[in-house]
DNA sequence: GCAGAAGCGGAACTACGCTTCCGCTCAGTT
DNA sequence: AACTGAGCGGAAGCGTAGTTCCGCTTCTGC
């Protein structure tokens, strides 16, 4: 690969995170294009869709969220590891409105070419869910499943009433609430 | 007013609301027209805007919303008024997901027009918290100004991950354990 | 230094969906 | 029954944004 087209690619790459992070999924092709300082001719060799390369920017904000679960999961205490997941999930999005729109399941992105990374993030969650259960520190009904719902929903505050003041954390502090409780069997409903 | 006229802006409400409800803020001009048998030009002699029909079909349902409060605030129970509001106003949205989309914050929808009913529902929601939080029967820090958020969270999981067995109820439930669980000063964070 | 292939730029093409426009029709009136 | 203008239909216009294409440029190996 000739050297100026690596460092095309990597321009490309580079511009079209931060403009996806700060305007969201649709910014056009040759505004991206022309932040990297490329023809759109350059940008659709390296990535033949509009899809292709927001797919390849999603994959590598996810190798981030991989790694936070990995560092959580060699956290001792159960609560906080928990907490380390829940937390820096969100905080990993914030900034980044195309990342948390692909995370709650909008964009009509498809997976593939993104399930490898999900899988290994979600059987690290799952560990990690698991043991405050088991601890005692979560509720004792709370599985993975519950997952995906409850950061969902936090992130919906984030993506849809965003403001400088962080709103999303009085939400979140009122969701760990819930799941910080223990439910005695069937007390609820 | 003739008397086909109105009655091809009663059809045209009509297959509006069904389309949108159905497939979302994004079915064409051309297909609310065909579905209520009438030409283009009828839909926008009726409707200036897509946004405009799309707004006056959101005021209707909103008016939904007010009885719904109304009804929630007759309530003598404050922990029953308060759940009625809180699983109702997600139940009218349920099976509607454009209304969805409009009350979570997105499609850029301009609230003018649906601000008087947008503040009639708040003040009633507003006084149903206040009595739920005196009562004790809801957490003590618990602000209408968090109503928002919590109602977004849960639909949001109604929005993204539409499934044929409501698992949004799921995240109601353990929201609601946050919400209707004591917290005494500074014993959470 | 040169050949030529790999890479480049951006004008033009295309698809899609909202909106406009205008000649015709028909409900309501006399 | 005749009249007439409010109301109708839907073809055409327009703007936007993704994608293609091809003549020109520039890097690299000899």
Redesign the interface.
């Known amino acids: 690969m000739r050297s100026d087209a690596r460092r095309n690619r990597e321009r490309l790459l580079d511009s079209a995170a931060r403009l996806f992070a700060a305007r969201g999924r649709d910014v056009q092709m040759e505004e991206i294009a022309a932040d990297a300082n490329v023809g759109l001719g350059t940008l659709y060799r390296n990535f033949a869709s509009k899809q292709d390369l927001f797919v390849e920017i999603v994959r590598r904000r996810y190798l981030g969220l991989i790694d936070l679960a990995e560092r959580a999961e060699s956290i001792d205490d159960p609560a906080a590891a928990f907490r380390a997941v829940f937390v820096g999930y969100l905080e990993q999005a914030e900034c980044d409105s195309a990342f948390q729109l692909a995370l ?3 964009s009509d992105l498809r997976w593939e070419g993104v399930e490898e990374q999900k899988a290994l993030f979600a059987e690290r969650v799952r560990r990690i869910i698991e043991r405050g259960v088991r601890a005692g520190v979560l ?1 004792g009904d709370l599985t993975f499943g ?1 997952f ?3 950061v ?6 984030m993506y ?2 965003p403001s400088p003041t962080s ?2 954390r ?2 979140l ?7 910080e ?1 223990a ?1 005695p069997q069937g007390a ?2």
């Open positions: 709650l399941g909008g509720r519950d995906p719902a409850l969902c929903g936090v992130m919906s505050t849809f009433k709103d999303w009085r939400h502090d009122l969701v760990l609430t819930a799941l409780t439910v609820e409903r």
